[in-house]
C-alpha cells in the first residue's frame, strides 16, 4: 500500500458524458501528479499540482482539467468522453514541487466509457 | 525532450532463470532513473531509483539495476526469478524541469 488513494476504483459510462475521479496523496506528500494508462498510448503523465498550483501539463486533453484543493486532494475531471478515454487512470504523490522527487502511485481508476 | 526505449515487450521465463530487462533513454544531461513494477491487478510499485553515486543499484526484491551514462542505459536484472515476478516492468526517466517519462513496459511471464 503506497498510502495514496483513488476513488471510485472502476467508473463505467456513456460517451459524452463528464465523470470526476479522485486522489488522496500520502500524508505530508504536496504533489499530486495523474497519468493515463492506456493499450495504444502506454503511460502519459497528464498533469501536476503542487500545493493546490498548477505546476507542469503534459499530453492533457483540453476536455480533462484537474485541480488541488486546500486539503491536498486532488480531483480530475473528464468530460464529453469518447470511447478512446476508456483507460487507468493514476495519481501519484511525491513530497517536493519538483518531478525529480520519488513519486508514489495510487491504485488506479479503471474507466470504461460504452 | 527526452524518451525511454525498452526493446523487450515480452519476456518469458522458467523459475530459476536470469533476468535482463533492457531500458535506454535519449537526454544529453543530469537525469534520475526509476525501476516501477506493475503486479497484476496493482498499482505501480517502486523497484529501485538512482539519482547519483553508485551505478550499480540495488532494489527491493532482489532486483538490481546498472546505469551506464556512456549507453544511456539502466537495464533491470535478477539473478533467479521466481513464479511471483510475473508482473509488467516499467523504466521511467526524468531530468531537472522535466516531467517523469516511462517506457513502454516489459510484460515478464515466469513459468513455474
Known amino acids: 500500500d503506497s498510502g495514496v488513494t483513488q476513488t471510485p476504483k472502476h467508473l463505467i459510462t456513456a460517451t459524452g458524458q463528464r465523470v470526476t475521479l479522485r486522489c488522496s496523496p500520502r500524508s505530508g506528500d504536496l504533489s499530486v501528479y495523474w497519468y493515463q494508462q492506456s493499450l495504444d498510448q502506454g503511460l502519459q503523465f497528464l498533469i501536476h499540482y503542487y500545493n493546490g498550483e498548477e505546476r507542469a501539463k503534459g499530453n492533457i486533453l483540453e476536455r480533462f482539467s484537474a485541480q488541488q484543493f486546500p486539503d491536498l486532494h486532488s480531483e480530475l475531471n473528464l468530460s464529453s468522453l469518447e470511447l478512446g478515454d476508456s483507460a487507468l487512470y493514476f495519481c501519484a504523490s511525491s513530497d517536493g514541487p519538483t518531478s525529480t522527487d520519488t513519486q508514489y502511485f495510487g491504485p488506479g481508476t479503471r474507466l470504461t466509457v460504452l | 525532450a527526452q524518451s525511454v526505449s525498452q526493446h523487450n515487450h515480452h519476456v518469458i521465463l522458467s523459475e530459476a532463470a536470469s533476468l535482463e530487462l533492457g531500458c535506454n533513454y535519449s537526454?544529453?544531461?543530469?537525469?534520475?532513473l526509476f525501476w516501477y513494477v506493475q503486479y497484476p491487478g496493482q498499482h505501480l510499485q517502486l523497484l529501485l531509483k538512482y539519482f547519483s553515486g553508485d551505478p550499480l543499484v540495488k532494489g527491493i526484491k532482489g532486483f538490481e539495476a546498472e546505469f551506464i551514462k556512456s549507453k544511456f542505459s539502466f537495464n533491470l536484472r535478477k539473478p533467479s526469478v521466481q513464479w511471483s515476478d510475473t508482473a509488467e516492468y516499467f523504466c521511467?526517466?526524468?531530468?531537472?524541469?522535466?516531467?517523469?517519462?516511462f517506457g513502454g513496459g516489459t510484460r515478464l511471464m515466469v513459468k513455474p
Open positions: 521511467a526517466v526524468n531530468a531537472p524541469g522535466n516531467m517523469l517519462t
Open positions: 537526454y544529453g544531461g543530469t537525469v534520475n
